[in-house]
């Protein structure tokens, strides 16, 4: 397990999936999460089942107005940031030439600014902390150019470059920025596309298997902590494998 005593982490999109996974996650490793999400039964039951060191805020990442209040919320209830997880995201899953120009911004509004807004909100707390860490939940689709993936694909990518570029002017300021690239993990928006969870359900992976949330969760943690004291703009994939390269079998045909 790993140590995230008296970190204060906020997660943006955790009342659900892979943010409700990484907020129990940091409860686990001992520290204290800010839940947020626009999902306000769901996020206030998920910080509910954590207890104490959690609460839940409605937060709409695309709103700059919205982080200032969860800023605000952050330093009322912890006293200082140490850690931001930019996790809310949609899906988009048509060929380019079928997507929308409208849901095309939607998605890289919500995606791709939102982490924008997010990263430029909190650094001014963390400084004060004296650092901290920003992970930047982006994709497999983030690593590779993933066919039926649209604007999402694209604000992956921006998110995977934004880090980079966070790490790189952030350095000195004892920030530490890393991109988290999950393939293709059973959450509630995967499994609202057809994607079952258990073995041998995933054979386009050489692991041969979709990904659980946790799996993500213990990556970000990992990410968070102490341990990845020295790690900045790195791009870290939780995906069995996928972007790795074809699998064997795909290979040789068997
Ligand atoms: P999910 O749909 O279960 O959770 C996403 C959460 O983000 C939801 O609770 C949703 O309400 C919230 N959200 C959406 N728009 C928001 C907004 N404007 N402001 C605040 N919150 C908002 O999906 P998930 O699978 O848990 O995905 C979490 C992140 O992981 C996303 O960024 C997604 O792109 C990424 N990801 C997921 C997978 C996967 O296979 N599940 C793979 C790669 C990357």
Redesign the pocket.
Known sequence: MVDLKGKAVVI?????????AAARAVVAGGGRVLI????EA??AATAAELGDAAHFLR????SEDDWRTTLEYATAAFGRLDGLVN?????SGRLLEEESVEHFRRVLE??LV?VFIGVKAAVPLMRAAGGGSIVN?????GLTGLPLTGG?GAS?WGVRGLSKIGAVELAESRIRVNSV??????????ASVG?RTGEGNYPGTPMGR??V?DE?AAAVAFLLSDAAAYITGAELAVDGGWTAGPTLRQLTGG
Not at 12 to 20: I, V
Not at 36 to 39: C, E, P, R, Y
């Open positions: 943006t999109g955790g009342a659900r999936g892979l943010g409700a947020t999400d626009v999902l769901e996020g937060h709409d990442v695309t996790n809310a995201g949609i899906a919500i995606n939102g939940i982006s994709s497999a689709a999402y992956k690239h999950p393939g293709m993990t059973y959450t509630e928006m995967t994607i979709v990904g949330p993500i």
